[in-house]
């Protein structure tokens, strides 16, 4: 039996209260937040606290979103242990990569970008809203991953190689359920011997 834990709420949670210690606390941000000091300074806490900080409303609000609504799909499909191995590993490896590249960066979106991911190897056909139409969630991440290379191309204040490397991560983890799945279900099946199948099509079908 699966068991959910609401963890994808609990998770919300703490980033919003997260955000409002940013505002009240001066410096709060920059104890935590992902720098070089993660690297050079084995400051290494900062692979994990940096997923919970977001630099403003919207990209909280964005974040929040996606993890309330693919996260409480993907956490009722696999389970709330490992939709928080999900959540956390692709934050965490998705800021080990990000570092190499940002001076600076925060917020949950390497995390987010890893559950979507995931949930679009588990269930590639669910409706998803882009660009105000509805696609499957397949196509949904198509579009992410150009967004996110043409981003690369383009650089702003976006982490798009977090971005990225989350949503790679995540479909790595996908693979890993599907296939765990697919052994699970052939396990469970009950499979008969060709010979009592004979016998009893000869003793019963004619």
Known sequence: MIK????SIILAFICIIVFFLQLIIPGFTDLFILNLSALYGFQ???FLTAIFLHG???????NMFALLLFGFILEKKIGSRNFLIVFLSSGILANLIAVNYYPSSLGASGAVYGILGCL???N?????????IIVPMFIAAIIW???????LFFPSNVGDIAHLS???????????????????ERKDKIL????????WEERYLR
């Open 120 to 122: 679009t190897i588990l």
């Open 124 to 132: 590639p056909f669910i409706g998803v809203w882009v660009f105000g």
């Open 44 to 46: 290494i806490w900062r």
């Open 166 to 184: 989350g949503i790679f991560i995540g479909f790595l983890f996908g693979f890993l359920f599907f296939t765990y799945r697919n052994k699970r």
């Open 145 to 151: 991953i150009i967004g996110g290379i043409f981003g």
């Open 56 to 62: 403003s409303l919207l990209h909280l609000m964005y």
């Open 192 to 199: 008969l011997p060709n010979d009592y199948i004979k016998n």
């Open 4 to 7: 959910f834990r609401y963890y």
